[in-house]
């Protein structure tokens, strides 16, 4: 553990404090691009050296703790030095002009900072990635075959990086200040003042009294708080050490808990209506707005959650496992005295469905956010509580823009060097045309690069090397867009290295891989759905509300086939003839376009498995006396059930 020096933290708190006057002032006195996200950069990386300070111990404490003091000033001065040199940079002209030994000095001080922060916050993954195309930029001569190029010299790769709005300053640096800042700030203010607390509240309140309450309740839950959260696992950190307890205290053990919080946890992300930051990001590159992005989500975000409500119910029934104590039920605090800390995201909802930008909407639902609390003696909350919130969401930006642009670096070499036209044709020539194999090697790609990486990283750089391919393929850039984010969103939970699994099993104590294979398999449908949005975009949204509505209700329907096929279990115990034929339905009403002739047919054939299972199996074979039991099982009280298995077991003896 880090102890810090008290000069440690006021410099913490003086630089938090200053970061977030500047963010706040682009609000309502904007500077000009090569000002104020240069500015915004390295006062990230300043704030990023400070509070992830190295834990130097015996003859190295001393350099060591000099060495980030001077990191943080080059970052100040850096800052500086674009205030005072605005002028030339903005108007010179780029790749022409001619490039300063000053320059020069910025970029490479500036990149080898950069790659220290890196390493601190998400580790050797990201930073191995960003060398390899910083290397590959500055040497792609040395590269054999139809990879190669003539490369970048300094002054070229000066003028790339850090001298206009591309590379490091590009577009992930601009949609963090410009966006992402506003929904941490919302995000943060919520969290702080009680509104995750609440949200934890409403969904024990509405899943609570249901057959497998405690894992629908985490599924509401994280499903709420992912909404503002945008981070997987900071869902699982804020949500899963109240949730996971509650569902190992109801039957489950430890690595299906976490599988459920992580899973959960994860979906938060794809959940309209605010969604994750890589939604935001998306609309700002698609150059559409945030509506369309979150209109587009609602039908496959209900398809993923439906499923996995599906699966846990099922599994209540099948096993009796899941559900909530009536004295823990009783220990949840009265909504109603708390309702008003719902001003924030109403407001915030009803802003942008208004039409109104996503920044304004977050920027006015943060100040709702912050004065609701003030509207009730009992949710009141101590200048202390503001002050921390005013240190917290500065670190939160920086921790997170850190990543962001570093991505720019990718996004530059990528598209300077002509890499991604290039892998656009190599893909089309590996997938011999054939779409759907096209399809599986992106999902790998998306998956591979999803380990390690916060979601929004992953989705940028998928969306420079695989949106390009995939409407080269014919596919709607919308679609292909949230192809790319819903497989970078679910490499949060696919081994070897699932972030949010392992934060789950964490929690739990409970075995890390097994975990991430059980989040996966519950999670698996989701691997199915962007194939179907892909074949159909009327899915995202995108069609007469007639055909969305039907398209949405054989979505569902394909949803619960998957369960039925995942648990075996469908009102009774299923053979493994009925699964098969439950995991074939599903697949076809998901990758058939709806509406099609064979859609109707397999949507026919789903309801009439339906009938077969509940009515017309029971009347040829006879009752399920198993299922049955198990079924009422399910709706007893855990602390009930235990005592009656001691009992038996007693007897069996």
Same mark, same amino acid.
């Given at each position: 553990?880090?102890?810090?020096?008290?000069?440690?933290?006021?410099?913490?708190?003086?630089?938090?404090?200053?970061?977030?006057?500047?963010?706040?002032?682009?609000?309502?006195?904007?500077?000009?691009?090569?000002?104020?996200?240069?500015?915004?950069?390295?006062?990230?990386?300043?704030?990023?050296?400070?509070?992830?300070?190295?834990?130097? %111990?015996?003859?190295?404490?001393?350099?060591?703790?000099?060495?980030?003091?001077?990191?943080?000033?080059?970052?100040?001065?850096?800052?500086?030095?674009?205030?005072?040199?605005?002028?030339?940079?903005?108007?010179?002209?780029?790749?022409?002009?001619?490039?300063?030994?000053?320059?020069?000095?910025?970029?490479?001080?500036?990149?080898?900072?950069?790659?220290?922060?890196?390493?601190?916050?998400?580790?050797? %993954?990201?930073?191995?990635?960003?060398?390899?195309?910083?290397?590959?930029?500055?040497?792609?001569?040395?590269?054999?075959?139809?990879?190669?190029?003539?490369?970048?010299?300094?002054?070229?790769?000066?003028?790339?990086?850090?001298?206009?709005?591309?590379?490091?300053?590009?577009?992930?640096?601009?949609?963090?200040?410009?966006?992402?800042?506003?929904?941490?700030?919302?995000?943060?203010?919520?969290?702080?003042?009680?509104?995750?607390?609440?949200?934890?509240?409403?969904?024990?309140?509405?899943?609570?009294?249901?057959?497998?309450?405690?894992?629908?309740?985490?599924?509401?839950?994280?499903?709420?708080?992912?909404?503002?959260?945008?981070?997987?696992?900071?869902?699982?950190?804020?949500?899963?050490?109240?949730?996971?307890?509650?569902?190992?205290?109801?039957?489950?053990?430890?690595?299906?808990?976490?599988?459920?919080?992580?899973?959960?946890?994860?979906?938060?992300?794809?959940?309209?209506?605010?969604?994750?930051?890589?939604?935001?990001?998306?609309?700002?590159?698609?150059?559409?707005?945030?509506?369309?992005?979150?209109?587009?989500?609602?039908?496959?975000?209900?398809?993923?959650?439906?499923?996995?409500?599906?699966?846990?119910?099922?599994?209540?029934?099948?096993?009796?496992?899941?559900?909530?104590?009536?004295?823990?039920?009783?220990?949840?605090?009265?909504?109603?005295?708390?309702?008003?800390?719902?001003?924030?995201?109403?407001?915030?909802?009803?802003?942008?469905?208004?039409?109104?930008?996503?920044?304004?909407?977050?920027?006015?639902?943060?100040?709702?956010?912050?004065?609701?609390?003030?509207?009730?003696?009992?949710?009141?909350?101590?200048? %202390?509580?503001?002050?921390?919130?005013?240190?917290?969401?500065?670190?939160?930006?920086?921790?997170?823009?850190?990543?962001?642009?570093?991505?720019?670096?990718?996004?530059?070499?990528?598209?300077?060097?002509?890499?991604?036209?290039?892998?656009?044709?190599?893909?089309?020539?590996?997938?011999?045309?054939?779409?759907?194999?096209?399809?599986?090697?992106?999902?790998?790609?998306?998956?591979?690069?999803?380990?390690?990486?916060?979601?929004?990283?992953?989705?940028?750089?998928?969306?420079?090397?695989?949106?390009?391919?995939?409407?080269?393929?014919?596919?709607?850039?919308?679609?292909?867009?949230?192809?790319?984010?819903?497989?970078?969103?679910?490499?949060?939970?696919?081994?070897?290295?699932?972030?949010?699994?392992?934060?789950?099993?964490?929690?739990?104590?409970?075995?890390?891989?097994?975990?991430?294979?059980?989040?996966?398999?519950?999670?698996?449908?989701?691997?199915?759905?962007?194939?179907?949005?892909?074949?159909?975009?009327?899915?995202?949204?995108?069609?007469?509300?007639?055909?969305?509505?039907?398209?949405?209700?054989?979505?569902?329907?394909?949803?619960?086939?998957?369960?039925?096929?995942?648990?075996?279990?469908?009102?009774?115990?299923?053979?493994?003839?009925?699964?098969?034929?439950?995991?074939?339905?599903?697949?076809?009403?998901?990758?058939?376009?709806?509406?099609?002739?064979?859609?109707?047919?397999?949507?026919?054939?789903?309801?009439?498995?339906?009938?077969?299972?509940?009515?017309?199996?029971?009347?040829?074979?006879?009752?399920?006396?198993?299922?049955?039991?198990?079924?009422?099982?399910?709706?007893?009280?855990?602390?009930?059930?235990?005592?009656?298995?001691?009992?038996?077991?007693?007897?069996?003896?």
């Amino acid at each position: 553990m880090i102890t810090y020096s008290k000069f440690h933290r006021l410099l913490v708190i003086a630089l938090s404090l200053f970061y977030l006057a500047f963010l706040l002032k682009q609000f309502f006195w904007p500077d000009a691009p090569m000002l104020a996200v240069p500015v915004h950069v390295f006062l990230a990386l300043a704030l990023t050296i400070l509070v992830t300070a190295v834990n130097w %111990s015996g003859r190295v404490k001393l350099p060591g703790r000099a060495l980030e003091i001077a990191m943080v000033a080059v970052c100040l001065l850096i800052a500086v030095h674009f205030v005072l040199d605005l002028n030339r940079l903005e108007t010179r002209l780029p790749y022409i002009d001619e490039v300063f030994g000053v320059d020069k000095l910025v970029f490479v001080v500036g990149v080898l900072i950069l790659f220290e922060a890196v390493r601190r916050t998400v580790g050797w %993954s990201l930073l191995a990635m960003i060398a390899v195309f910083l290397a590959y930029a500055a040497f792609g001569y040395l590269v054999p075959g139809p990879l190669g190029f003539s490369g970048f010299n300094l002054s070229e790769l000066t003028d790339i990086m850090t001298m206009n709005t591309d590379g490091l300053f590009g577009v992930t640096s601009s949609t963090a200040i410009n966006f992402v800042f506003y929904f941490i700030m919302f995000g943060a203010i919520f969290a702080a003042t009680g509104g995750g607390q609440l949200f934890i509240d409403i969904a024990m309140m509405a899943a609570g009294r249901l057959t497998g309450g405690a894992a629908k309740a985490a599924l509401i839950g994280s499903a709420l708080f992912g909404t503002i959260s945008g981070s997987a696992v900071s869902n699982v950190a804020a949500v899963g050490v109240l949730t996971i307890p509650l569902m190992r205290r109801a039957g489950y053990t430890g690595e299906e808990a976490a599988a459920t919080e992580a899973i959960g946890s994860t979906g938060g992300q794809l959940m309209p209506p605010v969604m994750g930051i890589a939604a935001f990001v998306m609309a700002d590159l698609m150059g559409i707005p945030y509506t369309r992005i979150a209109l587009a989500g609602i039908i496959p975000a209900l398809a993923f959650y439906g499923a996995l409500f599906l699966i846990v119910d099922l599994r209540a029934r099948k096993t009796g496992a899941g559900s909530v104590s009536i004295d823990t039920r009783k220990l949840i605090a009265p909504i109603m005295p708390r309702i008003h800390l719902l001003i924030g995201p109403v407001l915030l909802l009803v802003m942008l469905f208004a039409g109104y930008s996503a920044p304004f909407a977050a920027f006015y639902a943060s100040v709702a956010a912050l004065l609701a609390p003030l509207l009730r003696a009992a949710t009141r909350y101590s200048f %202390s509580s503001l002050f921390e919130i005013a240190v917290d969401v500065p670190r939160q930006m920086a921790l997170l823009s850190v990543p962001l642009c570093a991505i720019g670096i990718i996004m530059a070499s990528a598209t300077q060097s002509n890499l991604a036209l290039k892998f656009v044709s190599g893909l089309a020539v590996l997938g011999g045309g054939n779409l759907y194999l096209s399809l599986i090697l992106i999902v790998i790609g998306c998956l591979i690069m999803g380990m390690g990486l916060p979601t929004v990283a992953a989705y940028i750089i998928g969306s420079v090397m695989f949106v390009p391919a995939l409407v080269n393929m014919g596919i709607d850039r919308l679609a292909a867009n949230f192809f790319v984010m819903f497989f970078c969103v679910l490499s949060m939970v696919t081994p070897p290295v699932a972030l949010a699994s392992f934060a789950a099993a964490g929690v739990a104590q409970a075995n890390t891989m097994k975990t991430a294979m059980l989040a996966t398999g519950m999670g698996a449908v989701s691997f199915l759905i962007p194939f179907g949005f892909v074949q159909d975009p009327v899915i995202l949204w995108n069609g007469p509300i007639v055909n969305i509505l039907l398209a949405f209700f054989g979505t569902m329907c394909a949803t619960a086939a998957w369960a039925a096929a995942i648990q075996g279990f469908m009102h009774q115990n299923l053979s493994l003839i009925e699964r098969l034929v439950f995991l074939g339905l599903c697949i076809g009403i998901v990758l058939y376009k709806s509406l099609s002739p064979i859609w109707w047919v397999l949507l026919a054939a789903f309801w009439v498995m339906m009938i077969w299972c509940f009515i017309a199996r029971q009347k040829i074979f006879g009752d399920n006396s198993m299922a049955k039991r198990r079924a009422a099982t399910a709706h007893m009280d855990v602390d009930e059930l235990m005592a009656q298995r001691q009992t038996l077991a007693l007897h069996a003896e």
